[in-house]
């Protein structure tokens, strides 16, 4: 009985020192990015460390939005400042974030820029930092390659007539592909095999080129690690040997990178008839209109964007700076290796860059499980691709049409909602 | 002769397969604690190598990440804490109710156990946003108390549930037995029957604090500054590299192993009463 008299006394007083204890100057830092526990490490005492007192937290998408959602309701809050993906924000009421115009900074690119604005006339996030999608390769699966194909300038043929040499030689199916539930094998559809197939995402969505397209990828899964609906992280798989070739975004294959540098080539995604279809990977920073100190939250946004914070960025997490900077000699493989890879991508004459699904606001989960399903459809359960195209093609148009969301790059300009043609 | 060989071939092949099921209920348990273990203690490469040891090499780098990682200590402090608190309220809340579901008759009992077991009807997520909404208007958020009242709901229906069996096992004629020897219904709960279902309150106890250790949304959602060890590094673990996961989650395991392997004595004791 003395026991438990004592136990509830500690339950009535512990939570009243801590309540007490909470109440310091940090500025709240709520981040869906930078989320693994050693890039934590590195946000909190490499780059934020010449920022005051951040409190940097990394989530889940879920806990993140739903902390997000309970301030704004309630009026007031904890959170400073805010870090996420473009589609996070674009799926927000720009009005619940601060204008951020008068902050003096934004990013040496003018298409963030203007993505940043979410349809209105200010920036109502800044652009933080980038990645992309790239290859990598186990260099023992270099000597397949088919004659005459150059690594840097593959085709989707190409790159399918690689694997099944990998495949033939090893007896395994040794590509690897990011299906698992949370890989991001959506991207892939969105901004490399459609436009390097269609030049389109949206219009071309059930298009014969799309037909064609599903039918090369049909091809490529023949060579593919069948656990890969189980692969998130394709660094993994490389170290692991499960997959000799892969695509992922870089920051997902950095650890292969920085773990054994030798073993491991980074390349250009394959060009299709379309051309070399890649997509870029945008996060930005905001602060919500609820943060309790709002100059303490600006002056850290601003921290975010100086050229030795972004570098320290760089080396924390390998996204890129969207500012220009002066990239020192050492850095990690992984960056070095990526940043290549990307630049070749980027700087290729068939180059076509697909822009990240914009105006689709809260609809942008909902547009990349159009092609998620797409894919489980066709690949995993061997439908018709004719029939599920037209099928699916109904959901992403009354998506479209409940937007209004006008297409965007490599889709030609509409008036109005992109039509799926 | 040949009856009783038979008899010891069956006893002789009862044991075999008793001992089996032993031997093998145990490896259920321990061979994935074993196998989190081994690679906790393993080099990253040795973790994404292939064939596995089952020797660990005793590299320590992942658990050192871990040692230098800030706010862990802090975290498992907080974990502790709400953990704690949500034991000693659910309990305090819990065990009357089971009483009263046990002893008395009254209108509505039926509804009342069912409404019990509805505050495990609804996912947290979507109960997330509106409570912490009202919390953050009442002062409750991103403190320890708060947290543990979440968790105290989620664990009451097993604090009832638990003690409503166990006092339903107790014949009322003990208590009414020491009613007539001049104990007063609250000194005859206290000298006969609190003895009595102790190991299955420490039993309910245990049920609160693993509930409480493993959620995660809401601690994620209500707490900021005071996170819990499971808010602060589970739902980060599964974007982490190999050899960090298993490092971390050999530290979300062993703190609840040490708090159920220090009560165990309670729950024998329990299961003693059970088969009495």
Redesign the interface.
């Known amino acids: 009985?003395k026991t438990?008299k004592s136990?509830?006394a500690?339950?009535i007083a512990?939570?009243a020192a801590?309540?007490a204890?909470?109440a310091?100057a940090?500025v709240?830092f709520w981040s869906t990015q930078a989320?693994?526990?050693?890039e934590?490490?590195a946000m909190?005492?490499q780059v934020l460390a010449g920022a005051g007192t951040v409190?940097y937290?990394?989530?889940?998408g879920?806990?993140w939005l739903?902390?997000l959602?309970?301030?704004l309701?309630?009026g007031?809050?904890?959170?400073g400042v805010l870090g996420a993906l473009h589609g996070d924000y674009a799926a927000m009421d720009a009005a619940d974030l601060v204008d951020l115009s008068d902050l003096g900074v934004e990013s040496n690119s003018a298409t963030f820029n203007n993505l940043a604005k979410l349809g209105e006339s200010s920036l109502q996030y800044i652009p933080w930092m980038q990645a992309s999608y790239i290859m990598a390769a186990n260099k023992e699966a270099l000597q397949y390659l088919p004659e005459g194909a150059n690594i840097d300038a593959l085709t989707y043929d190409q790159l399918i007539a690689w694997a099944a040499n990998v495949h033939e030689a090893t007896g395994e199916p040794k590509f690897g592909f990011p299906a698992g539930p949370?890989g991001l094998k959506h991207r892939f559809f969105q901004g490399y095999l459609y436009p390097s197939f269609t030049d389109g995402v949206v219009r071309t969505f059930a298009s014969d080129k799309a037909v064609g397209a599903w039918e090369k990828f049909l091809e490529l899964w023949e060579h593919t690690n069948p656990a890969s609906t189980n692969f998130s992280?394709l660094?993994?798989q490389l170290?692991?040997?499960d997959a000799w070739i892969a695509f992922d975004h870089t920051s997902r294959l950095a650890?292969a990178f920085n773990?054994r540098p030798d073993d491991f080539v980074a390349f250009p995604a394959p060009a299709g008839p379309e051309g070399r279809g890649f997509m870029p990977v945008l996060a930005g920073v905001a602060i919500p209109r609820t943060a309790p100190d709002m100059d303490a939250a600006k002056e850290l946004v601003q921290h975010m964007l100086k050229p030795e914070t972004q570098i320290a960025t760089l080396r924390a997490t390998n996204f890129f700076p969207v500012v220009d900077v002066n990239l020192p000699g050492d850095l990690p493989p992984a960056v070095a290796a990526a940043g290549n890879a990307v630049a070749k991508m980027s700087s290729s004459s068939d180059a076509n860059p697909g822009l990240l699904p914009a105006g689709l606001g809260s609809k942008g989960g909902d547009f990349s499980k159009v092609y998620s399903d797409t894919f489980e459809r066709i690949v995993l359960a061997g439908q018709d691709i004719r029939m599920v195209l037209d099928d699916q093609k109904g959901k992403l148009a009354a998506i479209m049409n409940e937007t209004g969301a006008p297409c965007w790059a490599p889709d030609a300009p509409s008036e109005g909602a992109c039509p799926v043609e | 002769m040949s009856t009783s060989l038979s008899n010891t071939s069956t006893v002789r092949a009862g044991r075999w397969v008793y001992g089996a099921s032993v031997a093998l209920l145990c490896a259920w348990v321990l061979v994935p604690i074993y196998l989190l273990l081994v690679n906790t203690l393993s080099s990253p490469a040795a973790v994404s190598g292939f064939p596995k040891s089952f020797v660990p090499e005793f590299d320590t780098a992942s658990l050192e990440f871990f040692a230098g990682f800030s706010g862990m200590v802090s975290a498992l402090i907080n974990s502790i804490y709400v953990a704690a608190i949500t034991m000693v309220l659910s309990i305090v809340i819990g065990a009357p109710a089971g009483y009263a579901l046990s002893r008395f008759d009254f209108k509505g009992k039926e509804l009342f156990r069912l409404l019990i077991l509805l505050t495990r009807a609804f996912p947290l997520p979507l109960l997330a946003l509106p409570l912490t909404v009202m919390f953050i208007q009442v002062g409750l958020d991103d403190t320890i108390f708060g947290l543990a009242l979440v968790h105290t709901t989620l664990a009451i229906p097993f604090a009832v549930l638990i003690t409503f069996s166990l006092f339903s096992g107790i014949p009322v004629e003990l208590e009414e037995a020491s009613w007539t020897l001049g104990c007063t219904r609250l000194t005859g709960f206290r000298y006969v029957v609190l003895p009595l279902i102790l190991p299955g309150i420490t039993a309910s106890a245990i049920f609160a604090f693993v509930i409480s250790w493993n959620e995660v949304f809401a601690a994620a959602v209500l707490t900021i500054e005071n996170r819990t060890l499971t808010a602060f590094l589970l739902q980060n673990l599964d974007t982490s590299p190999l050899h960090l996961k298993f490092a971390g989650g050999f530290i979300l395991v062993v703190p609840a192993l040490v708090f159920i392997f220090a009560v165990r004595k309670y729950l024998f004791a329990m299961w003693g009463i059970a088969n009495r």
């Open positions: 009985m438990i136990k509830l500690l339950a512990l939570p801590i309540i204890n909470a310091s940090d709240l989320k693994p526990v050693q934590q490490q909190r005492e409190d937290q990394a989530n889940d879920g806990p739903t902390r959602q309970a301030e309701e309630a007031s809050g904890s959170i949370k992280f660094q993994e170290l692991s040997g650890q773990e």
